[in-house]
C-alpha cells in the first residue's frame, strides 16, 4: 500500500454542470487547504490535471469543510464527476 504524503488540497466534487456564458462549474466540499484561481489540481489516483479558472465560495460551512464552485478550463471538465476527488500536487503523487 502506498504511503500518503500531506495533503495540501482535498475537494470532494458533489455536481458539475455548465452556466451558459461563464462555462463548466464543480461545485463540492473542500475538505482540506485551499484553491485560488489558476491553480491546477489533479483527479485523486489518476495523472489527470484540472485548471481552475475562478473559486467562488459560497458562504456555506458544514463540518467537512466550506461548500465552494470552482470554475474549471471548458477542456478539462470532462475529466470530472460527482463523487471524484480533486488533490493538490503532494497528494497526486501517491495513490
Do not use: W
Not at 26 to 50: F, K, P, Y
Not at 75 to 80: C, G, I, K, Q, R
Amino acid at each position: 500500500m502506498a504511503r500518503r504524503a500531506s495533503v495540501t488540497v482535498r475537494f470532494l466534487v458533489q455536481d458539475r454542470f455548465a452556466i451558459p456564458g461563464r462555462g463548466p462549474v464543480l461545485t463540492g466540499l473542500l475538505t482540506a487547504g485551499q484553491i485560488s484561481n489558476g491553480d491546477v489540481l489533479t483527479v485523486e489516483g489518476t495523472s489527470r490535471s484540472v485548471r481552475i479558472s475562478f473559486v467562488d465560495v459560497h458562504r456555506r460551512e458544514t463540518p467537512e469543510g466550506p461548500v465552494i464552485g470552482l470554475e474549471v478550463h471548458p477542456e478539462d471538465a470532462h475529466l470530472v464527476t460527482a463523487g471524484m476527488v480533486l488533490v493538490g500536487p503532494a497528494d497526486a503523487a501517491t495513490a
